[in-house]
């Protein structure tokens, strides 16, 4: 096999693995992944950061719109480096979240916001390493810090859209 087919097969395997932790956690608890075949995926994504794609493609585009096809959902990908430092700003996680750590570490501690989340679901505190993925769901606070600079990548899902009801309210003859 060559590189191009075996980065195209672990890609499969990367995104297909987050995509189950979204089918298992989304909307009710964050969740740490450690997806099979991150060697060649996180490589090739921490190298095209800074770099155009060819012919207006992006490896991280790319990533985005097969993890929103395996989820349902369009997909924003953005590249975040994360300073040196224990300067951590909390952020609110508005929509559904992946951060793929690509190069370097990062702490991460969460905090759900509000009553609604299911019983055990509390502050998590974890460190992400390359190759790790973390979900977050919408209404959590996030704050990112490192000891070293670190590169993530940050998938966010387009919310979902309600589902269509028939709205005809039309009173009986």
């Known amino acids: 096999m060559d590189a191009a087919a075996a980065y195209l097969a672990d890609l499969e395997t990367f995104v297909t693995d987050m ?9 009710r608890s964050a969740a ?3 997806p ?10 921490a ?12 490896p991280a585009l790319d990533f985005a719109a ?3 096809t395996l989820v ?11 300073p040196a430092g224990d300067g951590a700003e909390e952020t609110t996680v508005a929509a559904d979240t992946f951060l793929l750590q690509l190069r370097g570490a990062v702490e991460a501690r969460l905090t759900p916001l509000g009553t ?12 992400l390493r390359a190759g790790e ?33 028939a709205t005809n309210r039309s009173s009986l003859v």
């Open 19 to 27: 995509a189950l932790t979204f089918t298992t956690h989304g909307g």
């Open 47 to 58: 190298a095209a950061h800074g770099r155009p794609g060819a012919a207006g493609r992006h």
């Open 66 to 68: 097969r993890l929103g």
């Open 36 to 45: 099979r075949g991150e060697d060649t995926v996180v490589l090739a994504l």
């Open 116 to 127: 609604d989340w299911p019983a055990g679901v509390g502050p998590l505190r974890h460190r």
């Open 72 to 82: 349902g959902r369009g997909t924003r990908a953005a590249y975040s480096t994360v």
């Open 133 to 165: 993925v973390l979900y977050l769901p919408a209404g959590f606070n996030r704050a990112l810090s490192a000891r070293s600079q670190a590169l993530v990548l940050e998938l966010t899902l387009s919310p979902r859209e309600p589902d269509r009801v």
């Open 32 to 34: 740490v992944v450690w």
